[in-house]
Antibody, heavy 119, light 110 residues
Framework: QVQLQESGPGLVKPSDTLSLTCAVS?????????WGWIRQPPGKGLEWIGY???????YYNPSLKSRVTMSVDTSKNQFSLKLSSVTAVDTAVYYC????????????WGQGTLVTVSS | QSALTQPASVSGSPGQSITISCTGT?????????VSWYQQHPGKAPKLMIF???NRPSGVPDRFSGSKSASTASLAISGLQAEDEADYYC??????????FGGGTKLTVL
């Protein structure tokens, strides 16, 4: 059974870089899937951040592109998100998820992790 | 990219049917059959309910169905049950090889 688990600091200071990792179990990250990040500010809707293929190819949300970096570590079966120069508006629950193919649907999701940006 | 447009809320009584709309443009919903729908209960991760406009993943009741006409997709739920009360989000592939979500619709079962 495919399982995803996000991990990382729950509190990040303004102007710092948010770093999260998504560990995948029960499935090889090197299979023909894309791996994505989605976030949800408290009380608000979902926002797609981007996704990455095991080879390292990426697509990012244009509104976040200048601050986002995604990477994949096939040896650890995990992928990561870095969001630089964070502000309070980046406070959100961050989800990682598996996508059948680039731009299609997300069929498996992590439980989500709340990241608060505050000094 | 602009978020897809969904009604903020819909409601229905147990046993009734409801429909949630999701309006985009020819660059997303209208241009591709990659519309999906997600159900989210409070404090939980979203759950895939419909993919590629009208397909149901294994385990999703056939009370849930999806369709599309031009740039508007729809999620229909028949035989409403109390456990259907949740937030619902649509999403679509876009011409920029990105993904866009709708603003979300809160379904209340009266």
């Amino acid at each position: 059974q495919v399982q995803l688990q996000e991990s990382g600091p729950g509190l990040v200071k303004p102007s710092d870089t948010l770093s999260l990792t998504c560990a995948v179990s029960g499935y090889s990250i090197s299979s023909s899937n894309w791996w994505g990040w989605i976030r949800q500010p408290p009380g608000k809707g979902l926002e797609w951040i981007g996704y990455i293929y095991y080879s390292g190819s990426t697509y990012y949300n244009p509104s976040l592109k200048s601050r986002v970096t995604m990477s994949v570590d096939t040896s650890k079966n995990q992928f990561s998100l870095k969001l630089s120069s964070v502000t309070a508006v980046d406070t959100a629950v961050y989800y990682c998820a598996r996508s059948e193919a680039a731009g299609t649907f997300f069929d498996y999701w992590g439980q989500g992790t709340l990241v608060t940006v505050s000094s | 990219q602009s978020a897809l447009t969904q009604p903020a809320s819909v409601s229905g009584s147990p046993g009734q049917s409801i429909t949630i709309s999701c309006t985009g443009t020819s660059s997303d919903v209208g241009g591709y059959n990659f519309v999906s729908w997600y159900q989210q209960h409070p404090g939980k991760a979203p759950k895939l309910m419909i993919f590629e406009v009208s397909n149901r993943p294994s385990g999703v009741p056939d009370r849930f169905s999806g369709s599309k006409s031009a740039s508007t997709a729809s999620l229909a739920i028949s035989g409403l049950q109390a456990e259907d009360e949740a937030d619902y989000y649509c999403s679509s592939y876009t011409s920029s090889t990105t993904v866009v979500f709708g603003g979300g619709t809160k379904l209340t079962v009266l």
